[in-house]
C-alpha cells in the first residue's frame, strides 16, 4: 500500500498542477510541493493509515466519476497535500499555508477524518458502491438509538394506560419545551403539572411509570451518512441488527 499510495499522490499532483497552471492560479515552488508530499507520505505509512486514504480516494473518485456530486472538502482534512493530490479534497493547502498536523500529527495520536459531502440524493448509490467492491459481509451501515424524551416518555405510557390522545395530549402539553429537559424538571417547575398530579391519581401513575421509562432506548434507526468497512467478515468485529428493509 506504501507504494501505491505514494505512486497515486505523485501522479495526482502532477496532473493537479497542470491543470492549475493552465488555469493561471496560485501555486507554491515546485520544491515545495514534493518536500510536502514526502513528509506527508511519510506520516500517513508510520501512523498506519495508507490504507484509509486509498479507500476515501476509492469511493470519491468512483463518485465523481459517475457525475455524483461531491464537495470540496471540510475541516482539518484540507490541509492535506496527499489528500488534495489523490483527488479526496479539491484546495491546495500549499498557497494558503494550511497545517497537515492539524489533521495528522504523530505528536497527537488520532483517528483521521474526512468530512465528506455527497449529494443526498445520490448518496445510496456510493454506500451500494462500496458495499459491493469490499463485499457486503464486510460493510454495514451505523446504527442510531432514538430514546424516549419526556414528552414521548408519557405518550406512550398513556396509550398503554388507555388515555385517550386528547386527555394524554394535555398532560403532554404542561412539559415545558425545554431542549433535555426531564420529568421531573418538568415537575419541579410547572405548577399546572404538579396539581393536575395532585387532583387525579391516573395522571399521577402515568407520571410515575413514565419517569421510570424516560431515556431507555425507544427504536433503533440508521445513521445518515456513516458506513463501517471492516477488515474480513463484520459479524466477527461487531453485533449486527437487521432492519426493515435488510
Same mark, same amino acid.
Given at each position: ?52 486514504? #486509498?479507500? +476515501? ?25 496527499? *489528500? ?13 499555508? #494550511? +497545517?497537515?498536523?492539524?489533521? #495528522?500529527?504523530?505528536?497527537? @495520536? ?28 464486510? @460493510? ?11 414528552? *414521548? ?47 387525579? *391519581? ?45
Amino acid at each position: 500500500m506504501r507504494e501505491e499510495i505514494k505512486r497515486l499522490s505523485l501522479e495526482g499532483l502532477a496532473r493537479r498542477l497542470e491543470v492549475a497552471r493552465s488555469r493561471g492560479d496560485q501555486v507554491a515552488e515546485e520544491s515545495r510541493y514534493g518536500e510536502r508530499l514526502d513528509f506527508e507520505l511519510g506520516v500517513i505509512d508510520r501512523m498506519g493509515f495508507n490504507g484509509y486514504f #486509498l479507500i +476515501v480516494a476509492d469511493f470519491i473518485g468512483w463518485a465523481k466519476a459517475n457525475d455524483i456530486p461531491v464537495g470540496p472538502g471540510r475541516g482539518s482534512g484540507a490541509g492535506s497535500l496527499v *489528500a488534495y493530490s489523490l483527488g479526496i479534497t479539491d484546495l491546495d493547502p500549499m498557497p494558503y499555508n #494550511l +497545517v497537515f498536523e492539524r489533521f #495528522l500529527n504523530p505528536e497527537r @495520536v488520532s483517528m483521521p477524518d474526512f468530512d465528506v459531502d455527497f449529494c443526498q440524493e445520490n448518496r445510496g448509490r456510493v454506500i451500494d458502491y462500496v458495499t459491493q467492491k469490499y463485499g457486503q459481509q464486510s @460493510v454495514s451501515q451505523i446504527i442510531t438509538y432514538g430514546k424516549l424524551q419526556a414528552r *414521548a416518555a408519557v405518550r406512550d405510557v398513556g396509550r398503554v394506560m388507555g388515555f385517550t390522545y386528547g386527555d394524554v395530549d394535555v398532560v403532554a402539553k404542561l412539559i415545558p419545551e425545554k431542549l433535555g429537559i426531564t420529568l421531573q424538571e418538568a415537575i419541579d417547575t410547572e405548577p399546572r403539572l404538579r396539581e393536575l398530579m395532585d387532583q387525579d *391519581a391516573k395522571v399521577a401513575t402515568l407520571m410515575d411509570l413514565a419517569r421510570k421509562i424516560e431515556g431507555l432506548t425507544r427504536h433503533a434507526g440508521i445513521h445518515a451518512a456513516g458506513v463501517i468497512i471492516a477488515d474480513g467478515n463484520i459479524i466477527e468485529q461487531a453485533p449486527l441488527y437487521r432492519g426493515s428493509e435488510g
